[in-house]
């Protein structure tokens, strides 16, 4: 078992920034890639960034690169997601989750973190 543990989120003015935290603990040996999702209201809840555990590799949806960026430290299992530039659309719960080598699927997930962007 793997537990996720969000922080950083609040509000903040458009423009402004953020950064979230993302903090694992439990058997965390068996992590393939760190990810960033978000659902905001009536939304389905869609992938925003993630990271290899090795390698560092990363990969972010169209509607963020270039305004935020994924990064981990693996010595303390903690996982960040730094958002600058941002919109009102912006606007979500962000959740961590953590995908499995075992099943290649986001096994793990964080209990959320909310960003609210005022216009």
């Known amino acids: 078992q793997v537990q996720l543990v969000e922080s950083g989120g609040g509000l903040v003015q458009a423009g402004g920034s953020l950064r979230l935290s993302c903090a694992a603990s439990?058997?965390?040996?068996?992590?393939?890639?760190w990810g960033w999702f978000r659902q905001a209201p009536g939304k389905e809840r869609e992938f925003v960034a993630s990271?290899?555990?090795?390698?560092?590799?990363?990969n972010y949806a169209d509607s963020v690169k270039g305004r935020f960026t994924i990064s981990r430290d693996n010595a303390k299992n903690t996982v960040y997601l730094q958002m600058n530039s941002l919109k009102p659309e912006d606007t979500a719960v962000y959740y961590c989750?953590?995908?499995?080598?075992?099943?290649?699927?986001?096994?793990?997930w964080g209990q959320g973190t909310q960003v609210t962007v005022s216009s």
């Open positions: 439990g058997r965390t040996v068996g992590t393939y890639s």
């Open positions: 989750g953590v995908k499995s080598l075992a099943t290649m699927r986001y096994d793990y």
């Open positions: 990271i290899t555990r090795g390698g560092g590799i990363t």
